[in-house]
Every structure is written in C-alpha cells, then in structure tokens.
C-alpha cells in the first residue's frame, strides 16, 4: 500500500476545518462583547488554526495556506489587545474587592459599558496576592481600573471591523471550502495504520524541533532578569502544545498527560509575563495620570490619593514574580528529570515507525 506526505496533509487540512467551525461559533458572542470567554475561545481557535497552516508548509498549495494564515493572524491580533485588556480588569477587578471599605476611596462611574458590575463583584477566587492592598488604596486601584475600562472600550471596534473583514471577504467560508475539497481527495484514498504511521513518521521532525526550540531556551530560566527571553520561552512552549494537539487524536490516550505537562508550563510562564506586564505598565500609569491631573486641574489634585494604592500593586507583582519564577524553574528542572521532551519525541518516533498500541 503506497503511503506518502498527501496522508499527513489530508489529515492536518481535516484538523484545520474542525478549528474553522470552533472559531466561527465563537464570533456572535465576540460581537455581542458580554462574556469574555467568547473573545478568549475565539482567539485560541485562530492561534490554533495559524499552527495548523504552518504545519502546512510542504503541502500542495502551501502559498494559499501561508495567505490564509497572514488572513487569520489579524483577527488574532485584534482580539489579542481586547482579550489581554479583558484580563487585566479581571484581575484588577478580583483585587479590588480585596481592598477594605475606607469612606475616602470612591469608585468611579464606569459608564455604559454592559456587564462591568457583574464582573467586578462575580464569584471568583481572590488573585494570589503577596501584598494586599490596605484601606487607603482604592482610589489608585479604582482610577486604574477606570482607564482599562476605558481603554477595552476603544478597543472594540477594532475587534467588529475584523469580523466585519473576515465576513465581507468570506474567509472563513472560502477555507472551508477549500479544505473540504482536500479533505474529501484524502477520504477517497486508502486508510488504516499504515495511513496513522506515515502521518506521525512525518509529524515526527516538526514535533522534535519545536521540542529543540523549547530545550534551547530554557536556560535563560537561571536569570530571573531575562525577560524577553522567558515571553520568547513561554511562545514556544504554546506552539509546542498546538501542534501535539493536532496530532493528539491520532494516539489512543490523545497525549493527554503530555498535553497537560505543556500547558502547566506554558501557564506558569504566563503568570510570569503577566507579572512582567504588570511592572511595566503601572509606572508608566502613574506618570501618565500625574500629567493628566496636572494638565486638568493645574496642580496633583488626586493624584497623591492615587499613588498608594498603585505603589502597594506594584509591589505585589514584583513580589509575585520572585515567587512564580522558582515555580518556573522548579518545574523545568522537574520536566528535565523526567525527559519529558525526549519522550515526547520518542513517542512519535516510534509510533511512526510501528503500531505500537497507536492509531
């Protein structure tokens, strides 16, 4: 039975339909703009549909898919600020109800924007905090949350006019139609374990250099002060996760335990970027608000009521960095011990090369 690279494409253009449809169930709910979750799964289906099309590469009309990516990528950079907007009130959202009631810190009016006092006060766990804020710290927490409302506020229609792209110019509709096509040719061909094999002996070198690319950061995890780097560390190990999904349904167990082993990582070096994010925009916050009152009121006005609070977050999340730094490192050394990215690759190896229990 001839077997060749057509059995790897048809398979990765039938993940890349499945992809399709969980984005576009997802765009009423980003346009309705209530529950966040809506623009959180809609932009995991897009970075999920960009991995698959680079996995492409190689395919029959590999230009159409790397156009089609290009396409993709900027509904996923518009819904990347309002989703990290989103975010941050969130957590800021979560960490002001930590503040004690104090008569001098008023919240601001938050406007028209839909749904904001259900986010502020739902059911959720506190944030993990090193530093609580104190009494005197609401009216800095209030006034920040106030600019990110705003600033998610702007950012919507950016987020409709990608839609209104990706609608009017039929994406979604010609990819579908595309892929099906593909899609259907591979169905009409041969199937079974020698169809499994010669999809994973070719999944095989992309999986193992992106573990290579995942080994080769890892050191910058000795210096805590190599930021760039762990945001560079934490890409790849997200890219590492997307393509083992795509080729997850073809195990017997879907990778799970090595899927789960990822994202724990890719998540704690998430809590480290958003800690980093956090240290950066709060100084520049505060500079910022100091020029604003200045410029409307002609002197500091409220601003020396504003800096405890921001003062006492900022120190929180440089405290929180420390903290989530060694769990990064410590679960990196864990992850060595265990040569878990030797036998993830392993695993593809040698399902690729027999049927090994796989398919």
């Not at 409709?160 to 040719?185: G, N, P, Q």
């Not at 910058?220 to 795509?246: C, F, G, N, Q, S």
Request: proline content about 5%; hydrophobic content about 40%.
């Amino acid at each position: 039975m001839k077997v060749d690279g057509s059995d790897y494409c048809g398979f990765l253009c039938e993940r890349v339909l499945t992809l399709l449809s969980q984005l576009e169930k997802e765009i009423p709910g980003v346009r309705k703009g209530g529950d966040i979750e809506h623009i959180h799964r809609m932009r995991v289906a897009s970075r999920r549909i960009r991995a698959a099309l680079s996995l492409l590469d190689g395919c029959p009309g590999s230009s159409e898919s790397r156009r089609m990516r290009r396409s993709i990528r900027s509904v996923t950079r518009a819904l990347g600020a309002a989703r990290d907007a989103d975010v941050q009130i969130a957590f800021l959202a979560r960490y002001a109800a930590l503040i004690p009631t104090a008569g001098t810190d008023q919240r601001p009016d938050f406007g028209s924007r839909e749904g904001f006092d259900r986010l502020v006060i739902k059911d959720e766990k506190p944030p993990a905090c090193t530093r609580p804020p104190g009494p005197g710290d609401g009216t800095g927490i209030w006034c920040l949350l106030l600019r990110l409302v705003q600033e998610r506020e702007s950012l919507q229609p950016e987020v409709l006019v990608a839609l209104t792209r990706l609608e009017e110019r039929r994406i979604l509709e010609r990819m579908k139609d595309r892929f099906a096509r593909r899609v259907e040719r591979w169905h009409g061909e041969n199937d079974g374990p020698a169809r499994t094999r010669a999809i994973l002996s070719t999944a095989h070198a992309t999986v193992a250099s992106r573990a290579g690319e995942l080994a080769a950061l890892a050191p910058a995890l000795l210096d805590p002060a190599l930021v760039a780097e762990h945001h560079a560390m934490r890409i790849v190990a997200k890219r590492l996760r997307y393509t083992i999904e795509a080729f997850a349904p073809l195990f017997e167990d879907s990778l799970r335990t090595e899927v789960k082993a990822i994202k724990g990582l890719q998540e704690v070096l998430g809590d480290l970027h958003d800690c980093d994010v956090w240290i950066e925009l709060l100084p520049r916050f505060l500079a910022e608000e100091r020029v604003r009152t200045l410029e409307y009121f002609g002197n500091e006005g409220l601003y020396p009521a504003i800096e405890p609070g921001i003062l006492t977050l900022l120190a929180d999340r440089q405290s929180r960095r420390v903290r989530v730094h060694e769990e990064a490192r410590s679960m990196w050394r864990r992850l060595e011990q265990e040569q878990f990215l030797d036998r993830l690759v392993a695993r593809f190896a040698f399902a690729g090369t027999s049927n090994g229990g796989e398919g």
